[in-house]
């Protein structure tokens, strides 16, 4: 299994904006699906963004469209999550997640998960 490792929460004010990184633990030579996720206290994880490692195609899920970018460093085996324009809801745990097809809405394809790096928003 890959192993990820997930960096770069914080607290942060509304309006800031916040750069997550997490570091996957091997070479990704296929086109491979690395993604993130989030968990806001009482409620469901849900599909934040994802990236397919060798075409590059994006998705996000709509409350962060316009706002959040995905992108994969590929030299240093990295994908990154730059988050602007942060509204008080995007406070939650944040978890990189990685497996051969992307959802951002059915979690269970996901096959690798990290331990997550809390990002919290405030007024």
């Known amino acids: 299994r890959v192993q990820l490792v997930e960096s770069g929460g914080g607290t942060v004010q509304a309006g800031g904006s916040l750069r997550l990184s997490c570091v996957h633990s091997?070479?990704?030579?296929?086109?491979?699906?690395l993604a993130w996720y989030r968990q806001a206290s009482g409620k469901a994880r849900e599909g934040v963004a994802s990236?397919?490692?060798?075409?590059?195609?994006?998705r996000y899920a709509d409350p962060v469209k316009g706002r959040f970018t995905i992108s994969h460093d590929n030299a240093k085996n990295t994908v990154y999550l730059q988050m602007n324009s942060l509204q008080l809801d995007d406070t939650a745990m944040y978890y990189c997640?990685?497996?051969?097809?992307?959802?951002?809405?059915?979690?269970?394809?996901?096959?690798?998960w990290g331990n997550g790096t809390q990002v919290t928003v405030s007024s």
């Open positions: 997640a990685s497996g051969l097809v992307c959802s951002l809405v059915l979690e269970s394809v996901m096959q690798s």
């Open positions: 990236i397919y490692t060798t075409d590059g195609t994006t």
């Open positions: 091997e070479d990704i030579y296929s086109n491979y699906c």
